[in-house]
């Protein structure tokens, strides 16, 4: 339960002290490179799940979004976490994020659906396979290292 709300709380501050570019129909929300954590992290399926309902109280699509976007979430970790390996783990929350949370930030929006996708594709690509490649390979080598 620690480890989830450790996960949470630093999904929750990254999402939010970088509100302009978390939301939105151009987002790039750098918390998301925390998406691939499952594979290696069971806690943080509800981790990253909580951290993303309580990261978009704050991002002004309401209830959609927040409920909505923490399903999307919820099962894109669950996927994750039976992935065999590390590049198969990105696609899960690359895929799901772009396709499904763009159908509600196109209708509140009012924008078309298919630039907000490939907006939304291309903010996940970098945050999950490329800062969160980064991030895993670096959260195992510290869970390896004798303390």
């Given at each position: 339960m620690a480890k989830a709300s450790l996960i949470a709380a630093v999904y929750v501050v990254l999402t939010v002290l970088l509100g302009e570019f978390?939301?939105?129909?151009?987002?790039?929300?750098?918390?998301?490179a925390l998406a691939i954590l499952p594979l290696v992290e069971p806690?943080?399926?509800?981790?990253?799940?909580?951290?993303?309902?309580?990261?978009n109280i704050f991002g002004g699509f309401g209830p959609i979004d927040i409920i909505g976007g923490s399903l999307v979430t919820l099962i894109a970790a669950i996927i994750?976490?039976?992935?065999?390996?590390k590049i198969l783990a990105v696609l899960p929350p690359?895929?799901?994020n772009?396709?499904?949370?763009?159908?509600?930030?196109?209708?509140?929006?009012?924008?078309p659906y298919i630039p907000i996708v490939i907006n939304i594709l291309i903010g996940e690509i970098i945050a999950v396979a490329i800062l969160g490649l980064i991030f895993l390979s670096a959260y195992e080598k510290y869970k390896k290292k004798p303390q």
């Open positions: 978390s939301y939105g129909p151009i987002q790039f929300r750098v918390s998301e806690s943080a399926i509800l981790g990253i799940t909580v951290g993303c309902a309580i990261s994750t976490s039976k992935m065999p390996n690359i895929i799901l772009g396709l499904i949370v763009s159908i509600w930030v196109s209708k509140m929006s009012g924008l």
